[in-house]
């Protein structure tokens, strides 16, 4: 991330997101978008930090809230208020169980980009199954192509 002086540079400086932490495309996401001058802060649980070799991670500012706490949900909830984007990867109905749904964060903060990020969509048969790409290549019939001829395929 290009800062000078302490400021973000770049095409996306001044564009403010909060991330929740989570596994794949989101933080592969908003490392991209802190590449590209966005202010980030994350929002991870107490306990939990990324590990020192995750290079997702890069360019961001990471606050860890117990967003059961209804303490550190004001602060989560007052963070979002002066966010342009939100971005959350979890299954489907986690944020609405904390109180962060769309329907609720929007109508705090009408102008608010509120970014979804699932396997399998919000809606739908797998929406609540856990969506890898080994999932995925598993279902489409690729999984079938890697291996022997004579044996399983590859990855077990």
């Not at 606050?63 to 303490?71: N, R, T």
């Not at 007052?78 to 944020?95: S, T």
Request: aromatic share 4%; with cysteine; glycine share 14%.
């Amino acid at each position: 991330m290009a800062r000078i002086d302490g400021r973000h540079t770049g095409p996306l400086a001044g564009v403010r997101i909060v991330e929740f932490a989570g596994l794949g495309p989101a933080p592969f996401c908003c490392m991209l978008l802190a590449d590209l001058g966005a202010d980030i802060l994350r929002i991870d649980r107490p306990g939990h930090s990324p590990h020192p070799a995750d290079v997702t991670w890069r360019g961001r500012r990471s606050l860890a809230l117990d967003l059961k706490d209804s303490g550190d949900l004001a602060t989560c909830l007052a963070a979002i208020d002066k966010a342009d984007v939100l971005i959350e990867g979890f299954r489907p109905g986690v944020m609405e169980k904390l109180g962060l749904g769309p329907d609720l964060i929007c109508a705090r903060n009408p102008a608010l980009i509120y970014g979804r990020m699932t396997g399998w969509g919000q809606e739908g048969p797998l929406a609540h199954a856990a969506g890898h790409d080994i999932n995925y290549i598993a279902l489409t019939g690729a999984l079938a192509a890697i291996g022997g001829a004579k044996g399983p395929p590859s990855p077990r």
